[in-house]
């Protein structure tokens, strides 16, 4: 089922699978409200339980390189087998679930500058695809349709592609950046948010609990300012917050 290859999990001969619901029907429900600004999701905590989820999350995660490096657990996704994806659910379930800080390294940018990446345990980075897959059914079906960042068969080709079919000019341009976009995010105003659609403490509280990880950077200091640049779709949600107001806006022409 995975892209690009086989997928295999050590499935530890012997030992019983339970079935869970499929992926599919859990996650289309979410989408089909998606539109409907009102409609608040509940329940939404207890997805975690599916292990069907992390089947499809690891197919989604286990063929990138970084996977090999290790997080502060020390662990990659080398020997990720049914038993581990199965305890990791029974934390969720039980509530006993501690993610790991993330290994914080730098990479370097064009500009001669270098920008800080998280490195979670490749089990966090599990729990991260299944809450992005939630998170994706809930919103993406209300972002404007001129929205092109980080969203699913979107891109800069498809913004200029629009862009070149669309566009008949203009008198105004907003451009905005936020400097240091990840490190700076308010984690309560990206919480209070995802509760404008979520009437599920449970899964506020667990998206807070992550926000507020702190990092191991290689110097040995732990950080805990920002947020993790795997965290696209609150992100999202809050420039979508962004553009949904400078599309209200009424420009006077200029004199």
């Known amino acids: 089922m995975a892209k690009g290859g086989s997928c295999q999990l050590n499935t530890n001969k012997g030992k019983r699978v339970r079935r869970m619901r ?3 029907q859990v996650l289309n429900p979410l989408c089909e409200h998606s539109k409907v600004s009102a409609y608040r999701y509940e329940r939404l905590y207890r997805i975690l ?10 197919q989604r995660k286990y063929a990138n390189q970084g996977n090999m490096t290790p997080g502060a ?22 509530e006993s679930y501690q993610p790991h800080p993330a290994r914080r390294v730098y990479i370097p940018k064009k500009n001669g500058k270098k920008r800080p990446l998280g490195i979670p ?27 092109h960042g980080f969203r699913p068969n979107r891109s800069c080709h498809t913004a200029l592609r629009d862009i070149k079919v669309t566009f008949k000019g203009t008198r105004w341009f907003i451009e905005g950046d936020i400097k240091g976009f990840f490190d700076n995010i308010n984690h309560s105003v990206m919480i209070d948010i995802l509760r404008e659609r979520i009437s599920d403490e449970r899964s506020c509280d667990h998206r807070e609990q992550k926000a ?29 917050r962004a553009e949904s107001f400078a599309l209200r806006l009424r420009f006077p022409s200029p004199g």
């Open 121 to 147: 345990s490749f089990e966090d980075k599990l729990v991260q695809e299944v809450v992005y897959m939630i998170l994706e059914a809930i919103y993406e079906g209300q972002f404007e349709d001129t929205s």
């Open 73 to 94: 657990d020390g662990r990659t996704v080398d020997r990720m087998s049914i038993n581990r994806i199965q305890k990791l659910v029974a934390s969720l379930r039980d």
């Open 22 to 24: 499929d992926p599919v």
């Open 49 to 58: 339980f599916n292990e069907e989820m992390f089947f499809i999350a690891y």
């Open 212 to 240: 507020n990880l702190p990092f191991l950077p290689s110097k040995g200091r732990t950080e805990f300012l920002g947020t993790k640049n795997t965290n696209l779709l609150p992100t999202n949600r809050i420039v979508w």
